[in-house]
Nanobody, 123 residues
Framework: VQLQASGGGLVQAGDSLRLSCAASGYIFVNYGMAWFRQAPGKEREFIAHISGTGGSTYYADSVKGRFTISRDNAKNTVYLQINSLKAEDTAVYYC?????????????????WGQGTQVTVSS
């Protein structure tokens, strides 16, 4: 299993960004996928989850309205669209494959992780 996150960078406050996570090594549609982020000195936090078919999404309250998770099962890729970026969105963003049926927000639900992509927002 490989998860390759990309799309991060240095952006201005108010900009938008789309992160991508390309998956390989397993049947993509069979697994829910999630995005997490980790800011310097903080714990990794849940952002959003999407079901295998893409028909169901779930977001952390802190990102509702600005973040959108989606997936393209033909391309084995999951996306995270971030609008109206803020300085507090600065973090390393990780994609993950849900392999255990614990809570969607729980790190322990995810057995495979991408390497992370850095998002830095300047104000």
């Amino acid at each position: 299993v490989q998860l390759q996150a990309s799309g991060g960078g240095l952006v201005q406050a108010g900009d938008s960004l789309r992160l991508s996570c390309a998956a390989s090594g397993y049947i993509f549609v069979n697994y829910g996928m999630a995005w997490f982020r980790q800011a310097p000195g903080k714990e990794r936090e849940f952002i959003a989850h999407i079901s295998g078919t893409g028909g169901s999404t779930y977001y952390a309250d802190s990102v509702k309205g600005r973040f959108t998770i989606s997936r393209d099962n033909a391309k084995n890729t999951v996306y995270l669209q971030i609008n109206s970026l803020k300085a507090e969105d600065t973090a390393v963003y990780y994609c993950a494959r849900r392999t255990i049926n614990y809570a969607l927000e729980s790190l322990n639900s995810y057995g495979d992780w991408g390497q992370g992509t850095q998002v830095t927002v300047s104000s």
